[in-house]
Nanobody, 124 residues
Framework: QVQLVESGGGLVQAGGSLRLSCAASGRTLSRYDMGWFRQAPGKEREFVAGINWPGGITRYPDSVKGRFTVSRDNAKNTVYLQMNTLKPEDTAVYYC?????????????????WGQGTQVTVSS
């Protein structure tokens, strides 16, 4: 069992930056691909970043490419999401998720373990 806890969310003005962290306990994150998702009120959960377990492969949708960067520190059992040039449409609850290593996927249903989420609010 993997327990995931996100932190680092908050209120920021448009154009600002935030760095989210996802700390794992219960099991090492080695051999787990990690994903970041977000969900705004009334919308479906959306993939925003993924990183494979060694950390050499990342994946982003066009909506955040060039603004968001996912990274991981397997020694610290932590995954990060650096978010720059934030926009009001980035406002959502952000979740990290883990799945056993395989093909890096953007589908929420492929991830087995989920955190509780952290709120990110971007004001205009």
């Amino acid at each position: 069992q993997v327990q995931l806890v996100e932190s680092g969310g908050g209120l920021v003005q448009a154009g600002g930056s935030l760095r989210l962290s996802c700390a794992a306990s219960g099991r090492t994150l080695s051999r787990y691909d990690m994903g970041w998702f977000r969900q705004a009120p009334g919308k479906e959960r959306e993939f925003v970043a993924g990183i494979n377990w060694p950390g050499g492969i990342t994946r982003y949708p066009d909506s955040v490419k060039g603004r968001f960067t996912v990274s991981r520190d397997n020694a610290k059992n932590t995954v990060y999401l650096q978010m720059n040039t934030l926009k009001p449409e980035d406002t959502a609850v952000y979740y990290c998720a883990a799945r056993s290593s395989g093909i890096l996927t953007s589908r929420a249903g492929d991830y087995r373990y989920w955190g509780q989420g952290t709120q990110v609010t971007v004001s205009s």
